[in-house]
């Protein structure tokens, strides 16, 4: 099995399966951030601190995403370029939740655009047949 991205995650191991989940489950995470984001702007008090929340959230999930990914690469259960991927998204995470706690909004929503797309990436890496 190549690296390639266009070697798909092994549908049969139980590992894939890990993958697919936490990339999943992170890609949730992310557009729930973009729907309180959404209510921060329409003027929703509490939308903040649950944005907030969720950030520490998605970090998490990344870097479980990041850890899995490195293992399915290892054992030739996924392409590397799902752990290059993930390893990109969580350090713009990480970037994000910075420039979130910071208030640096010019560089925190296009971030978070970029965030987004990551995700969509992976989710088509992850669950490519």
Do not use: E, K
């Not at 139980?14 to 990339?23: K, T, Y």
């Not at 994000?96 to 560089?107: E, P, T």
């Amino acid at each position: 099995m190549t690296t390639s991205i266009s070697t798909p995650v092994g549908s049969a191991s139980a590992l894939g399966n890990v993958l697919r989940l936490v990339v999943t489950l992170g890609a949730i995470a992310v557009f729930g951030q973009a729907v309180l984001a959404g209510d921060i702007l329409v003027g929703d008090s509490g939308a903040l601190l649950a944005h907030g929340t969720g950030s520490l959230v998605v970090v998490g999930i990344g870097l479980a995403q990041l850890v899995v990914s490195v293992v399915a690469w290892r054992r030739r259960r996924a392409p590397g370029s799902v752990a290059l991927v993930s390893t990109l998204v969580l350090l713009a995470d990480v970037g994000q939740l910075v420039a979130g706690a910071m208030s640096l909004l010019v560089v925190h929503i296009p971030l978070g655009v970029a965030i987004f797309g990551g995700y969509v990436v992976l989710v088509s890496m992850v669950w490519r047949r």
